[in-house]
Nanobody
Framework: QVQLVESGGGLVQAGDSLRLSCAAS????????MGWFRQAPGKEREFVAS?????????YYADSVEGRFTISRDNAKNTLSLQMNSLKSEDTALYYC?????????????????WGQGTQVTVSS
């Protein structure tokens, strides 16, 4: 069992940066692939980024955030991060971190077994 708690959201202006964090409980965090998803009002939840469990982690990004967002993890601290630069108004959403206990590292939300409650990011233009 893994519990996930996101933090770091807030209200920023377009072009600003934010860093989201996700604190994970449980001794098996290091063996899980992790992902960030987001959901804007009236829209479906969408994939943002994911990272594998292994050292030398493999990462994947949605096209809409590629080059602006960076996902990383610190297995020693059981922490997942998302550095978001050059934020746009369309990045406004509730951001969730999620854990895939099978370590598949990918886009489908159905792969993820554990989810946090989310942290709100609002970007004003």
């Amino acid at each position: 069992q893994v519990q996930l708690v996101e933090s770091g959201g807030g209200l920023v202006q377009a072009g600003d940066s934010l860093r989201l964090s996700c604190a994970a409980s449980g001794r098996t965090f290091s063996s899980y692939s992790m992902g960030w998803f987001r959901q804007a009002p009236g829209k479906e939840r969408e994939f943002v980024a994911s990272i594998s469990w292994a050292r030398g982690s493999f990462t994947y990004y949605a096209d809409s955030v590629e080059g602006r967002f960076t996902i990383s993890r610190d297995n020693a601290k059981n922490t997942l991060s998302l550095q978001m630069n050059s934020l746009k108004s369309e990045d406004t959403a509730l951001y969730y971190c999620a854990a895939d206990r099978l370590g598949r590292n990918g886009r489908p939300s159905s792969w993820y077994d554990y989810w946090g409650q989310g942290t709100q990011v609002t970007v004003s233009s």
